[in-house]
C-alpha cells in the first residue's frame, strides 16, 4: 500500500495551495481518508475526514471554512484544497486511510510520507 501526497511548497499569507494523494495497493473506494498535518515542535492534529463515498465530510475547528477535502474515486486520489493560508499553517501535511471512522485517528491503517507546506508572513 502507498499513499503518495505531493502539492506541498512554499506561499505567501493569504494564498491557496491544493495537496493531492494518489493511493495504490488498496481497495481506494472503500477507504475513508482522512488528512492531518504536524508543526515542527507541535503534536499530529487531525485536520479533516471524507468517507468512501465522500457524502460525508469533517473538519477540525482551526481550518473549517478554509479548508476542503474532496476525493476522485476513479483516479484513487483524495484532495485538500487550502485557502486563506495563514504562516501558523506550516507544517508537514500527511494523508492517511482507515476502514474506521475518518475522526478516529487510532484507527488509520495506512499513512502518507507527508508533504511540507511552508507558508510566509
Known amino acids: 500500500v502507498q499513499l503518495q501526497a505531493s502539492g506541498g511548497g512554499l506561499v505567501q499569507a493569504g494564498g491557496s495551495l491544493r495537496l493531492s494523494c494518489a493511493a495504490s495497493?488498496?481497495?481506494?473506494?472503500?477507504?475513508?481518508m482522512g488528512w492531518f498535518r504536524q508543526a515542527p515542535g507541535k503534536e499530529r492534529e487531525f485536520l479533516g475526514g471524507?468517507?468512501?463515498?465522500?457524502?460525508?465530510?469533517g473538519y477540525a475547528d482551526s481550518v473549517k471554512g478554509r479548508f476542503t477535502i474532496s476525493r476522485d474515486n476513479a483516479k484513487n486520489t483524495v484532495y485538500l484544497q487550502m485557502s486563506s493560508l495563514k504562516p501558523e499553517d506550516t507544517a508537514v501535511y500527511y494523508c492517511?486511510?482507515?476502514?474506521?471512522?475518518?475522526?478516529?485517528?487510532?484507527?488509520?491503517?495506512?499513512w502518507g510520507q507527508g508533504t511540507l507546506v511552508t507558508v510566509s508572513s
Open positions: 492517511a486511510a482507515t476502514l474506521g471512522w475518518y475522526s478516529q485517528e487510532a484507527g488509520y491503517a495506512y
Open positions: 495497493g488498496l481497495a481506494f473506494s472503500k477507504y475513508n
Open positions: 471524507i468517507n468512501y463515498s465522500a457524502a460525508v465530510l
